[in-house]
């Protein structure tokens, strides 16, 4: 399976994101919490930890939430030998960051549930071609036509068009985001999505049959 590759740097518009966030957040949002912690999936004692790296935006990671994810949650998660903890690797592109940045603003019981209506629903608010053609009007409109189809997914999930914007003004979350692509870069040497880290060992490649090995070997250690 080819792997959705990631761009190395977070291009100008994120940075344009990031300054716009700071000045029109509130103190009172600033201080409120979020989920800046690991998401897990299953029993958090089970003796077998797989890190996922995904982003929202990429189809190959979409592809693994449809058909691998499944197989894995019901032979492994569910009996309780395999932890699964999903950690965002965020793309240069506003799709992505205003979509891993949503996901932090929900409660943890629709954490997966908002993650998984991004990817089922990836090829509806994903809209480069659409965004291109925004640019020549401003760096904003683009921006917020963005904005408007990300939230367009959270809404179903249950979030309120208003906190939407809220949670999209705070500049702590991509801060987080941020780090956690930084750590993911620096102790696994993840460049693209998606990548599973077996018991703190990188896997080659995210098929199923490849995965189900290293649970085997961690297992047996």
């Known amino acids: 399976m080819q792997l959705y590759k990631r761009i190395t740097k977070i291009i100008a518009v994120a940075?344009?994101?990031?300054?716009?966030?700071?000045?029109?957040?509130?103190a009172?949002?600033?201080?409120?919490?979020?989920?800046n912690r690991d998401m897990i999936m299953g029993d958090p004692n089970a003796p077998v930890e797989i890190i996922e790296y995904a982003s929202t935006t990429c189809p190959h990671c979409a592809?693994?939430?449809?058909?691998?994810?499944?197989?894995?949650?019901?032979?492994?998660?569910?009996?309780?030998?395999v932890k699964i903890i999903f950690r965002n690797f965020v793309f240069s592109n506003p799709f992505d960051l205003f979509a891993s940045t949503l996901n932090r603003c929900v409660s943890e019981k629709k954490f997966f549930p908002?993650?998984?209506?991004?990817?089922?629903?990836?090829?509806?608010?994903?809209?480069?071609?659409?965004?291109?053609?925004?640019?020549p009007y401003g760096?904003?409109?683009?921006?917020?036509?963005?904005?408007?189809?990300?939230i367009k997914i959270a809404?179903?999930?249950?979030?309120?068009?208003?906190?939407?914007?809220?949670?999209?003004?705070?500049?702590?979350?991509?801060?987080f985001l941020?780090?956690?692509?930084?750590?993911?870069?620096?102790?696994?040497?993840?460049?693209?999505?998606?990548?599973?880290?077996?018991?703190?060992?990188k896997l080659d490649a995210i098929d199923f049959a490849t995965i189900e090995k290293a649970i085997l070997a961690a297992s047996h250690k």
């Open 15 to 26: 940075i344009a994101v990031s300054l716009a966030a700071i000045a029109a957040a509130t």
């Open 28 to 35: 009172a949002d600033q201080e409120s919490g979020f989920l």
């Open 63 to 81: 592809d693994f939430h449809r058909d691998i994810l499944p197989q894995l949650e019901k032979k492994y998660v569910e009996t309780g030998k």
């Open 114 to 135: 908002l993650l998984g209506l991004y990817f089922k629903n990836q090829r509806k608010w994903v809209k480069y071609k659409e965004f291109s053609e925004l640019k």
């Open 139 to 150: 760096r904003y409109a683009a921006l917020g036509f963005a904005k408007g189809e990300v």
């Open 155 to 175: 809404k179903i999930a249950g979030m309120k068009e208003a906190d939407a914007f809220k949670c999209l003004a705070r500049p702590e979350i991509m801060n």
């Open 178 to 201: 941020m780090a956690v692509n930084k750590e993911a870069e620096t102790k696994y040497k993840v460049n693209q999505t998606p990548s599973i880290i077996v018991n703190g060992k």
